[in-house]
């Protein structure tokens, strides 16, 4: 009776689907925590086959949300495009002038 409830179970039950997770949309391709307070940056990349709006995204650091803010290049970050999320901007892009997107925001550090 056993043998034929398992074979039931196993011939009846829901086939479960295995679940295949999606790639990210943006992900964090560097950090510059090595820098000096005020100089530090994050890199992002949009691995996406989209344009993607930063324009209400945060950044969070220990539970307190940091706006980001258009500075250089806008806030929208083409398929496979890099941007730099930067701690002080206007110091990051003085150091490093040939970049063409900087998004501005503010934290405590990156604690290297």
Same mark, same amino acid.
């Given at each position: 009776?056993?043998?034929?409830?398992?074979?039931?179970?196993?011939?009846?039950?829901?086939?479960?689907?295995?679940?295949?997770?999606?790639?990210?949309?943006?992900?964090?391709?560097?950090?510059?925590?090595?820098?000096?307070?005020?100089?530090?940056?994050?890199?992002? +990349?949009?691995?996406? /086959?989209?344009? =993607? !709006?930063?324009?209400?995204? *945060?950044?969070? @650091?220990?539970?307190?949300?940091?706006?980001?803010?258009?500075?250089?290049?806008?806030?929208?970050?083409?398929?496979?495009?890099?941007?730099?999320?930067?701690?002080?901007?206007?110091?990051?892009?003085?150091? +490093?002038?040939?970049? /063409?997107?900087? =998004? !501005?925001?503010?934290?405590? *550090?990156?604690? @290297?």
């Amino acid at each position: 009776m056993i043998f034929i409830l398992v074979l039931y179970y196993i011939f009846h039950s829901p086939v479960v689907q295995p679940v295949v997770a999606e790639s990210p949309s943006i992900i964090i391709s560097e950090i510059g925590a090595f820098e000096s307070e005020g100089y530090e940056w994050i890199e992002i +990349y949009n691995n996406s /086959s989209d344009t =993607i !709006d930063l324009t209400e995204w *945060s950044f969070f @650091e220990n539970d307190t949300a940091h706006g980001l803010n258009e500075h250089t290049g806008g806030m929208v970050i083409e398929s496979g495009a890099y941007a730099i999320i930067a701690d002080n901007a206007d110091l990051v892009l003085s150091k +490093y002038p040939a970049l /063409s997107q900087i =998004i !501005d925001s503010a934290w405590g *550090s990156l604690k @290297e």
